[in-house]
Structure formats: C-alpha cells, structure tokens
C-alpha cells in the first residue's frame, strides 16, 4: 500500500543547510539555520544546565515515568517563569510537551477537539511550521496582515482591521514576542488594542512564546503574554525552553491553558489525555533541568545572567549591522534592524536578491529574506552589509 504515498515538500531551510555546507568559500556565513550561536559559531550548553545535569546524575535514582502531563515541578516553575503572577496558578492547566512544536500541534488538537470548525487566525507571515500543522489536520487559516516590508515594522492597521472579522470559536495566534519570522514587536499600547478586539469578538487567543528573554529581558518579552491572558476568559500558551536555556536536542516545551478554575480539573485531564494519544509520557529530561534551574536561587541567577549575555551579544550585533549599513548606504532606511528582537529579522527583499547574496557572497538566509542575527559575529557583520548593498537590496 505504501506505493500510494506522495513525495513531501522538501523543508527549505534544511535544504539551506546542506547546500551552505557544500559551499567551499571561507567568507560563507549560515543566517538560515534557527539556532543560537556565539562569537565563535557554537551553541554553547550553558553552565546553569550543566551544573543541574550534574545534580540530576547524582541525585536521580530512577528513570520511571513522571506522568501523562509531566513532572508537576516543571508546570509549576514554567506557570511562573512565563505567567508571573498575572493569573492565579489554579486556573493554569499543563502538560509538559517535547519542544515547543509539541505544544503548538497539541493546542491545535485540543482546538480541534473543542470546535472542529474554528478557524484560526495566523499572522502574514510567520513560522512555517505553523502553517504546516494546520494544513496538515485540516484546519481553515485565515491570514491578517503583519509586517510592512517597507517599513520593516508592523502593519498595524491591516492587522486589527483583520482581526475584527474574528468570531467567537475562532482562535488568533499570537507571537508573545520577538516575532519569527521578521522582528518585529507589537508595542504596549498596540497589545492593549490587540486585547480589545479579542474582547469584542469572543475569540481566543493562542500564544506561542518560544524567545522568552532574547528580545528586551526576560519579564520584558513575557509583559504581553500575561497582559493578555489576564484580560479574556480563555487563553493558550506554547512555550518553548530550546532558546532561552539552551537544550534543543531535549526538545523541551510545555502547553498551558488558562480558563476559570473551576474548569481546570476538566481542563488538565483533557491535556492528559491528549498527551496519551500522541506519545503517552512527555520526555522528562530537558524538563527536569529546566525546574532544577528555576527552583534553585543560584543556578537561576546564574542562569538568568549568562542568557542576559546572549540577549546582549545579539542586540550589539543588531546596532553594529544597522550602523555598518547607514555608513555604506548613507540612509537610515535599515535603522529597522536594531529596532527588531529576538533571533531573526526579515529584510523585506525580494527572493532573486536573497539568491544574489547566496551566489555572488556565500550569505544564506531563507528566501523571504528572514535572516538569523545570531549567525552573525563581529567580524562578518561587515561582509553582510557590503554584500547587502552590493545586490541592490
């Protein structure tokens, strides 16, 4: 029967990655790939994680199952990491999910199984993947606009415009912050306009936080999330630990659904369930780190100060790239750059000039022109910027 099976759109940024590889050039730079890097182009294990592997390895006498939604340490410690205090913890049902994608496909499934016929409201553009699950349970999408390419900013206009068609049933997903994949942040004052048409229309919001702490800090980037989930009666939240501790291969991610608690109990066993379905136990490694971490005052704030460094090395590489471009290019049209956070900004070029870059200089980005700012050191930076004004972008 398998003869029936159809070849699958290949994934564009692995093929990025194999054919950044092939390339023989010394000057070549990968800003395709999403995964942090230091000066030095490693992914550094960080020393907070390192130092609670170290206590798990002591201290763990058994590797017997935690349970369908995962260690209640860990749901604990990421409802406050991400939540603060902005809604009672009663009124949070989790489960503990491998990687953030895993949550991201179970909210679309509770979705699904709450109202076959939502449609969910996906910003234009974002991460792919996004888009990939959706299609791939049969679920409507309806595109609101978000990124001004000329700008470098967000449409704001066309985004509440077309978030008002929402209707009660449907969901709007919502990046909490540093949007993937252009950069570019809703403002306080925008949220709050963003809260006010979720109100009038009766549709939930879904927040997908991946980049918590790489954008303005880690209350900062999470301001949006807890602002919103305090103001609606319902609200989901997939939220990622890869980035901000680290620990991508142990694919570490949680869902969290806010509602009244009275319907937690309902709530936390329907999550349960899910994760029974799809592959029964959460893995409990990456989780168990990540609440080692967070329930321990030194290996928190030592943790809390080496992502500041990251935050920090990613913002400086912003500035020197804006500024290198206003120096070659005499304007500040690329000003845009340093205003974005997180990981990726989006130049808003055209694919025949994001092919240019790869051809003539060996700089690989995706072909929307989302490039990974943390692919990037001191030392490239130039190359990008000449070579950016070179292809005429």
């Not at 759109?9 to 194999?18: M, R, T």
């Not at 929402?166 to 949220?191: F, M, Q, R, Y």
């Not at 120096?327 to 500040?332: I, K, Y």
């Amino acid at each position: 029967m398998f003869e029936t099976l159809k070849a699958q759109p290949a994934d564009k940024i692995l093929d990025l990655v194999q054919a950044y590889r092939e390339d023989p050039r010394d000057t070549k730079i990968d800003l395709g790939v999403g995964v942090y890097k230091d000066a030095s182009g490693n992914t550094p294990v960080m020393r907070a994680v390192k130092a609670a592997e170290q206590r798990i390895w002591e201290s763990q006498d058994t590797k017997v199952y935690t349970g369908l939604a995962g260690d209640p340490a860990y749901a604990d410690a990421m409802a406050a990491l991400v939540l603060g205090d902005a809604v009672p913890r009663g009124s949070v049902a989790a489960a503990a999910t491998p990687g953030g994608t895993g949550a991201v496909r179970q909210a679309f499934e509770l979705v699904r199984m709450a109202n076959p016929k939502a449609r969910v409201f996906v910003s234009d553009p974002t991460w792919p993947n996004h888009l990939s699950i959706l299609s791939y349970l049969g679920m409507e999408v309806v595109n609101y606009r978000y990124f001004d390419s000329d700008t470098g900013g967000v449409n704001f206009d066309g985004m509440i415009e077309d978030l008002k068609t929402a209707k009660k049933g449907d969901v709007v997903l919502l990046h909490g912050c540093c949007h993937n994949p252009t950069g570019a942040n809703l403002n306080s004052a925008e949220w709050d306009a963003v809260i006010e048409v979720l109100q009038s229309t009766g549709a939930v919001p879904m927040i997908d936080i991946a980049y918590q702490g790489f954008g303005d800090g880690l209350e900062a980037d999470a301001a949006a999330t807890r602002k919103v989930a305090s103001s609606v009666p319902e609200c989901l939240i997939a939220a990622s630990c890869s980035k901000n501790f680290g620990i991508y291969r142990e694919r570490t991610g949680i869902l969290m659904l806010v509602a009244s608690e009275a319907a937690q109990g309902l709530n936390q066993a329907t999550l349960a369930f899910l994760n029974r379905q799809n592959y029964s136990f959460p893995p409990d490694h990456g989780a168990r780190i990540v609440s080692t971490i967070l329930t321990d005052d030194e290996l928190k704030a030592d943790w809390m100060a080496e992502l500041e460094d990251v935050r920090n090395a990613m913002l400086a590489l912003r500035e020197q790239l804006a500024g290198e471009l206003q120096r070659l290019s005499g304007s500040d049209r690329f000003g845009f750059l340093a205003q974005h956070r997180g990981m990726f900004s989006r130049l808003g070029t055209t694919p025949d000039k994001v092919e240019a870059l790869r051809e003539k200089h060996g700089i690989y980005m995706v072909g929307d022109s989302r490039m990974n700012i943390a692919g990037l050191n001191q030392n490239s930076v130039p190359i990008l910027a000449r070579a950016i004004i070179d292809v005429g972008i």
